[in-house]
């Protein structure tokens, strides 16, 4: 009598935590180039579009780890246990946030679709945003 109710029990505890783990992987945002500046507007110099890339990222907590020709690479770190690395490509009217690296962030292949944690695509498109909102302020 309560051998059907213990494997109902079961049943249901290991879909709920197989559903949980399986819920914090979702498809990776992978964001277009970005236009930020109107073709005819005069280009702002790459310090200025550098200065205005570390600006963003300090919005929310990026940092810069490295930086390269037409590119700063950028680190958030979430507690103890999280980080997230992209690279930010830019040149004199676009920037792209690419993918570098991650940590406990579950970062997996999927039949060649990267996926990851859902907070992942929230900090990059809020990156994305800010970014945005610097480098427009140049012209």
């Not at 702002?44 to 020709?69: F, K, L, M």
């Not at 970062?107 to 480098?135: A, C, T």
Request: aromatic share 8%.
């Amino acid at each position: 009598m309560f051998k059907p109710i213990r494997d109902a029990l079961a049943g249901l505890l290991l879909a709920v935590v197989f559903g949980a783990s399986q819920a914090r992987d979702t498809a990776m945002l992978e964001l277009p180039r970005t236009q930020f500046l109107a073709t005819d507007a005069k280009a702002p110099a790459s310090a200025e579009i550098r200065t205005a890339i570390v600006a963003a990222g300090n919005r929310r907590g990026w940092v810069v780890r490295g930086e390269g020709a037409d590119k700063l690479t950028l680190a958030f770190v979430k507690g103890d246990k999280h980080e997230v690395v992209v690279d930010v490509l830019f040149d004199k009217n676009s920037f792209q946030i690419v993918y570098v690296s991650s940590r406990n962030m579950n970062f997996s292949m999927d039949g060649g679709r990267q996926q990851i944690h859902p907070n992942y695509n929230k900090w990059v498109r809020n990156l994305n945003g800010d970014l945005r909102e610097e480098l427009m302020r140049l012209h």
